[in-house]
């Protein structure tokens, strides 16, 4: 039994380097395609997530210095807490997930999270149903793009608000005997985020701003690219194309049922 144990924690252990080797040799083996797709990725970023996301950015940045936040969590408190077992504060978030798109709410929650609002299990919590797609995709793209109809789009958007708001409920139970530490918590909301906003120091609340947003959106680059990458790989290796075939048989009972 207990060999048997430690074969499992080999296999475990290899699994991940195992993928890596794989992804290292499919980098070699499909090089020209894998450049494509990454110069794909990266014009795909440039052109539609660095001017869509980077103002955003520093917008909520910046509003985190500010005491907005905290007066949407005061007047908001009596109706999150009941709710969805979090902070006022959150409410912040689920405002701008829901006007802004991926991945502002969680970019906020982030930012909630790192000043003290906010504890690991309440951003938890919050990032379940916060992250939202944004209005201008649903009713956009999808309604008057795909569905050539606006009314489908704001039927649509109000479903995905539906089913966010009753995510969180749903997960307002989640980890509920968790203690949560009140000294720290308190310590740091006494300091009201660290940094507030003020003439004396807007150059640097500005500058770190700027700089955390830039970070934050390189980095999502850089996740694009790579995904670009992967898919890449699986399609010129024919994976995507066999997992579809073993797949199909099950789509299509679905599909009838």
């Given at each position: ?8 924690f ?133 309604g ?32 509920r ?19 507030k ?11 770190k ?49």
């Amino acid at each position: 039994m207990k060999s048997f144990k430690f074969i499992v924690f080999k296999v475990k252990s290899a699994i991940i380097p195992f993928c890596i080797c794989i992804f290292t040799i499919f980098l070699l083996i499909f090089s020209n395609n894998n450049l494509s797709a990454a110069k794909k990725g990266i014009a795909l970023w440039y052109s539609s997530v660095l001017p869509s996301l980077l103002p955003f950015f520093i917008a909520t940045e910046l509003l985190s210095h500010t005491n907005i936040v905290s007066i949407i969590g005061n007047f908001l408190n009596p109706i999150m807490r009941p709710l969805f077992n979090v902070p006022g504060e959150g409410a912040f978030a689920l405002v701008l997930g829901i006007i802004s798109g991926y991945p502002i709410g969680a970019k906020t929650v982030a930012n909630l999270k790192e000043n003290g609002i906010c504890s690991d299990v309440e951003a938890e919590r919050l990032i379940s149903f916060t992250n939202n797609s944004g209005p201008l995709f649903i009713i956009g793209t999808v309604g008057i793009s795909i569905f050539l109809d606006v009314k489908i789009g704001f039927l649509l958007l109000l479903a995905h608000i539906l089913a966010a708001l009753t995510v969180g409920f749903i997960f307002r139970f989640w980890k509920r005997n968790y203690k949560l530490s009140t000294i720290k918590t308190n310590t740091v909301k006494s300091n009201e985020y660290n940094n507030k906003v003020s003439f004396y120091n807007l150059g640097e609340i500005l500058y770190k701003s700027i700089f955390n947003s830039i970070i934050s959106v390189v980095m999502i680059g850089g996740f694009i690219v790579l995904f670009s990458v992967i898919v890449s790989m699986l399609s010129n290796s024919k994976i995507i194309y066999i997992i579809a075939t073993l797949l199909s048989p099950l789509f299509s009972v679905v599909r009838y049922i």
